[in-house]
């Protein structure tokens, strides 16, 4: 099965006006936008879409307090659609909507779609970093740091992590029913999870919690590469948001994160340069821990400079 | 004579179903008032809920010590019924602090003491080593 990864996620939101605004800050790009519902996109066409949470078209969610009401999945091509839908169709009912894609629930109640995917080549540099002793990578002349970019823009739709209440039963759901496997996991927590058409190291992550908690930790766009994430993350706390865990640099998967609070009864990160594996990977196993989560973690500081009319301490304290 | 309160804002500032964030160490009180940036976590936050006003530490119960807001100052859900975490969507009554919704549930927000309207102000009543 060529499951490519996420191509978008449906939320309903009371609060339609704050989500739509947190989308735009975040980076992503306004496509469609009605009194009811929104389209925000990153540069390869994943999105969020947002509907008011009263709209009766949506799937119901897990729980009273989760918002997303469905998780879209891009498949490569529609024999892979027919494979998913012959596969879900041997225990559940299995839908066909009018624009070609299926939908059916997982084994914890999320509602799945699956499509076509909508994924937009992107034909962009990474960030490019020389160092002493290797090949000159970012060419003469040219900057590495562009302060005056009006806006910093996600790349693709990255990952999603859900609360699930039996770990075994949800990663046995992905794993044999869908093609997925594990590349690491947290020891009494749960998988990273990678669809078999993916190289990033997870997609999904799932957390063994109560069942009163069913829904989600977080999602993530990836980003450019660690300067605009923490660049991106600097100028939406400068916009009032509030950060809840970052920046800083994971340990599986390796990717940069900064996380963030949300309208979303959830946290929304900013992601970077995630590990990429193949069939070749052997997946570890770890006990959850600070030293476990990341290599480093720094902080929120505002711009400063030693010089005059510096505060004695800094602007730790005032 | 050093006052025995810190002055939080005008009682004006919090009208019914809205909340704020403090950092109610005097030498920090100016920069949170008027820093609108979320990156200073505030220290409590203060809900006027049915008249009344409820001081809450900006800690949620689920992650001891985890920021509430989604953005300065909004701790409270889109309706204005509940003060709510943004980091997982729980729910919590504003008088009590119970929280009735979330991955905390059953459990209580820290009640801020000392807090009173006088004047047309929100003060806190702090200690005189505080003050000092």
């Known amino acids: ?318 | 004579m050093t006052a025995d309160f810190v002055r939080l804002a005008a009682s004006s500032d919090i009208a019914e179903g809205q909340s704020r964030g403090f950092d109610p160490r005097p030498a920090r009180l100016d920069r949170s008032a008027n820093n609108r940036s979320g990156g200073d976590s505030d220290v409590m936050f203060v809900v006027r809920h049915q008249g009344q006003l409820y001081g809450w530490l900006n800690s949620c119960p689920h992650i001891p010590g985890s920021p509430m807001a989604w953005r300065k100052d909004a701790y409270l859900n889109a309706s204005g019924s509940h003060v709510c975490c943004h980091a997982h969507g729980a729910l919590f009554e504003p008088d009590t602090g119970l929280c009735v919704q979330g991955p905390c549930q059953g459990g209580h927000l820290t009640a801020v003491p000392g807090l009173y309207e006088e004047a047309g102000e929100i003060r806190l009543r702090i200690r005189a080593a505080v003050a000092g």
């Open chain 1, 1 to 318: 099965m060529k499951i490519i990864g996420l191509d978008s996620l449906v939320f309903g939101v009371p609060d339609l006006e704050a989500c739509r605004q947190y989308l735009r800050d975040y980076g992503l790009e306004t496509v469609a936008e009605d009194d009811n519902s929104g389209c925000y996109e990153a540069l390869d066409g994943t999105s969020v879409v947002l509907f008011r949470a009263d709209n009766p078209s949506l799937p119901a969610a897990p729980t009273a307090g989760c918002m997303l009401r469905k998780t879209i999945f891009g498949v490569a091509d529609t024999d892979t659609l027919s494979a998913i839908a012959e596969e879900l169709g041997k225990d559940r009912e299995v839908k066909v909507l009018d624009d070609g894609s299926i939908e059916a629930l997982d084994d914890t109640g999320f509602m799945l779609g699956f499509q076509l995917t909508v994924r937009r080549p992107l034909d962009l540099a990474g960030e490019i970093s020389n160092a002493p002793g290797a090949a000159v990578q970012r060419p003469i002349n040219s900057l590495a740091v562009n302060n005056s970019k009006a806006r910093i823009q996600p790349r693709t739709l990255s990952h999603i992590v859900y609360f699930v209440p039996d770990v075994a039963k949800a990663e046995a759901f992905y794993v044999e029913r869908l093609g997925f496997r594990c590349t690491d996991r947290f020891i009494g927590v749960g998988p990273f999870l990678q669809p078999p058409g993916c190289l990033d190291h997870h997609t999904h992550f799932l957390i063994g919690a109560p069942a009163f908690m069913t829904g989600v930790e977080h999602f993530t766009f990836h980003f450019g590469g660690p300067t605009e994430v923490i660049q991106n993350g600097h100028n939406f706390i400068e916009k009032g948001y509030q950060a809840f865990w970052g920046p800083g640099r994971h340990v599986f998967g390796s990717n940069w994160f900064w996380y963030f609070n949300s309208p979303f009864a959830c946290h929304v990160e900013m992601d970077a340069d995630m590990d990429m594996f193949d069939l070749e990977w052997s997946a570890r196993e770890a006990p959850i821990s600070a030293d476990a989560s990341q290599a480093f973690l720094l902080g929120y500081r505002q711009r400063w400079f030693p010089g005059p009319g510096a505060p004695v301490n800094g602007d730790y304290e005032g």
